[in-house]
């Protein structure tokens, strides 16, 4: 049977998703084994399953190739996209940045707009700004091919893990933070074991499985767990960074909120409250979910 005070949770997050307009719908025990039958539901489970909430209109999605969509409609839109091209400074106008420096030459600008992920706090510094984010290393897993097994995506609360299958039938894996600051993109050992455990406790049927490869992405992660979107100390620069897990997925939304701003020289409503301002008062904002320092969001 369902743990209480676990299933009241669960069905207060259910709620509060649905009065967001978000599918979700609880399952307990017996819902989850019809849904997903393979899972460990044994008596000794190291990860006892109780129920679980169902969200039947999310998907995943190849990640490359939603870059690849983004890069051609910028480029339909007259957009200049220049590869193997590392910015290493700024060109300054007395207080105000004018262009960037870059390895192949100097680019100038009337406003600059630094959108680059785990490289936010590197990149602010070659400014003068010391940024409330701190770059984390979060590692992703491929399995070998299987034929159709796992048809949504499955994830707990312990050791962030998540599975889903790709459409070349390899089995997607991942877990935590591995801890420590790095831009490395090169995973530690240890979120390996610990991933590999997770998924053997939770399908035990995958214990044979070889894992074909691994690799890092590095995450800017902010104080309070929110993005910081708006306008810098000095004239010239626009910063929309700090998205911890959520940058992907924002990137649509985001992206419109960050190009109101920089037009407009103010905030768009929905990003108003994201300002770098606010860590100057200790201000956070109020969102579930976030953890006592950056890598624990």
Known sequence: MPLPAQMDAARRRGNVM?????????????????????????????????????????????????????????????????????????????DRIVGVETTRGPIRAKKVALAVAGHTGHLAAKAGLRLPVETHVLQAFVTEPLKPLVDSVISFGAAQFYISQSDKGGLVLGGDLDGFNSYTQRGGLPIVEQTLHSTKALMPSLSRLRLLRHWAGVMDMSMDGSPIIGKMPFEGLWLKGGWCY????????????????????????????????????????????????????
């Not at 307009?21 to 044994?42: H, T």
């Not at 983004?70 to 839109?77: I, P, S, T």
């Not at 924002?250 to 606010?278: M, Q, R, V």
């Open 246 to 297: 959520g940058g992907f997925k924002a990137t649509p939304a985001s992206s419109y909120c960050f190009a109101w701003t920089i037009a407009k020289d103010e905030p768009h409503p929905d990003n108003s409250e994201f300002k770098l301002e606010g860590f100057e008062r200790g201000y956070q904002i109020d969102e579930k979910g976030v953890g006592p320092q950056p890598n624990a969001h």
């Open 18 to 94: 649905r009065a967001n307009g978000i599918d979700a719908e609880l399952f307990d025990r017996a819902g989850v084994m019809r849904r997903i039958p393979y899972l460990d539901y044994s008596q000794n489970a190291r990860f006892p399953i109780h129920g679980a909430i169902y969200q039947g209109r999310t998907g995943t999605a190849r990640h490359d190739a939603v870059a690849w969509g983004y890069a051609r409609g910028a480029d339909r839109h007259c957009v200049d996209l220049i590869q193997q091209c590392e910015v290493v400074g700024y060109i300054w106008d007395k």
